[in-house]
């Protein structure tokens, strides 16, 4: 007899159950189900716990059931059996009305063929019958507002969990959890937490979506793996934006290419991470790369908003470290903030006359002020007061009347107008210190690395983002032929939608060759044409230079005869006009299987794979958003005009960027691929032109 279907709960709604299942329920706090029950008791769950164990009839002092069927309805149900047994709990479940099961279970489509038909399966189960799903393979989700913990981890035998306002949605179960540990030992407290497994049937952007909509959660975390739907992504993404909610994103696999790499500079420039990072940039989400990192940078963006300048103002206990710090800053392009005589002068009555410059040792104040604890709140204000420091870093070694000395510098931040970060270097001797600091709701780390990372993470993260438009789409006169375009193919693309291309011409013959260099102008190019060769330098098919007749008639020749080798369908040279003074960049496109097309541009010539100093950015694309891309390549100095060279022509370089935007959306998915290498950059007002063209057209 088939299920009937049930009207689906909302995520809203498993967040907050009245009553919770626990399928192997048990007295024994050792054992997985022990541990829930004994952790619902502990974190004061406010719904009712219904065990179930066909061998016991109470378990913790409640009755037990021994069927799903024999119990009161069930709004969650928490279940940790064999895979192979998992379809028949959860049609039972399902059966008994059950809203939502959360499946610890392994053994599913992590685990092989076998495993995938089972979790194919129980996603069959949820779509016939409406009940939703959490996991398989993951390590449930905890409510700290209600106190119900569905997870048998360890982290949480503490005596007080502690309620927040940061949400983490996480594909791993073991790293929210390490997380979690984490953060509370900092003081830190989360609003929801959820591991969403193998995403049978609610999957990480349902559960965003929920916590951009939860007005508890302020900021939301996330680790991806891998998405199921990129543009819902980016559309959560915007939708968190215009909510305030900042959005921390940790991804994993970041070294993925597509098997399209072997043939593209720009496939295997502009990999699977590049474009995801792209978009989360665009849409104004901030990526980590280490998973402690996301709920420090939650915790002081919802401490102290966003950052109004990039000035870092430092207190320490140690010249030591000061000059490991200064260094450190430098290493990583941060700035330290320079104080102005105003901040100089309020500095000199605490102060030695000649240690009143960023950064500040508290061990060179004057003696007769008395202790660190008496100077701190002298330099905080005058740190706080000064316009060019933007947030105030306290690099913390061992120091006298420790405690005493931290609690006078945290009482003076709390309420100092300026954000305020602490290092707390020490270890087990700092204990007390990192307890005044959590006492305060101020934010610590314990390593310096962490700290760094931290801030360099803060201040370069946009407070705004998406409000340029972007540019407009013109149609596509006439879609280019299917299949691999060759040089003259892909050119004649580029020409068709405003770029500049070489002046060249496709020959056949010595006598054509000759003809052709001298209708251009020496000095000139000669390439080989082919579909099949990707790398025409590397293979000996091009000449560069040629300066009178003789010399392109020859080169023809032995250029012509290497080709035929390589390529016998082959039928044309090129010979183009030489430009010697553009510096190389490249520019591409993708489509990327997420997120659509994609626009790439960086280092180019011979050297782009070995430099691999690349940048992206979702099409189409706005002018600025182009200038950003140049801006942010290490070879900006070189557009910019470097050690007296001439500046090159950027705004070319932007307009073919932007083209090169409106080109892949007219195609519609299309343009699989597209390389232009080299773009070569003239001096400012000469254009930019581009010399050498390929592309893969579905």
Partial sequence: MPIKAEPRRSIAQIFEP????????SDDRAKWGGRIMHYLALHGFAGEVVPLNPRRDVVQGRRCYARIADAPPIDVAVIAVPAVIVPATIRDCAAAGVGCCVIISAGFAEAGADGAALQEEIARISAETGMRLVGPNCLGLINLRNGMALTSARVLDVEKIIPGHIGLVSQSGALMLSVYNRAHDQGI?????????????????????????DPVTKAICLHIEGLLAGPRFLQLLERARRAEKPVIVLKTGRSAQGEEAARSHTASLAGAYPVFAAACRDAGAIMVD???MMPLVAQFLLANGPARGDGIGVISSSGGMNGVLADRLADRDLRLARFGERTRSALLPVMLPDHRDNPLDMGMRRQEVGEGDAIAPHLVA?????????VILIPLTTTPNYERTVTALAEALRTCGKPALFIVTPGSVATGVREVIRRHHLT?????????????TYLRALPDVGSLPLATVPPIAAPPRSGYLSEPEAKKMLASFGLRVTRERCVQSVVEAGDAAEALGYPVVLKGVSRKVVHKSDAGLVRLNLRDRVAAEREFTAVFS???QLDPDAEACIVAEMISDGLELILGVKHDPQFGPVVMVGAG?????LIRDVEVALAPLSAETAQGMLKRLRIWPLLDGFRGDPARDVGAVIDALVKLGQLASALEGRLLELDINPLLVRRTGEGAVAADARAVIA
Avoid: W
Wanted: aromatic share 8%.
């Fill in 18 to 25: 009245r009553r919770v299942a626990v399928f192997g329920a």
């Fill in 189 to 213: 407290g989360f609003s929801q937490l959820v591991s969403v497994g193998n995403q049978a049937d609610l999957e990480v952007c349902d559960f965003f979506e929920h916590m951009i909509a």
């Fill in 382 to 390: 005058a740190l706080a007061a000064d316009p060019d420091v933007s």
């Fill in 605 to 609: 010539g011979t050297l782009a794979e």
């Fill in 562 to 564: 290497r080709l035929k």
């Fill in 290 to 292: 280490d998973p402690d």
């Fill in 444 to 456: 610590y780390c314990d390593r310096l690395d962490d700290g760094i990372r931290l801030l360099e």
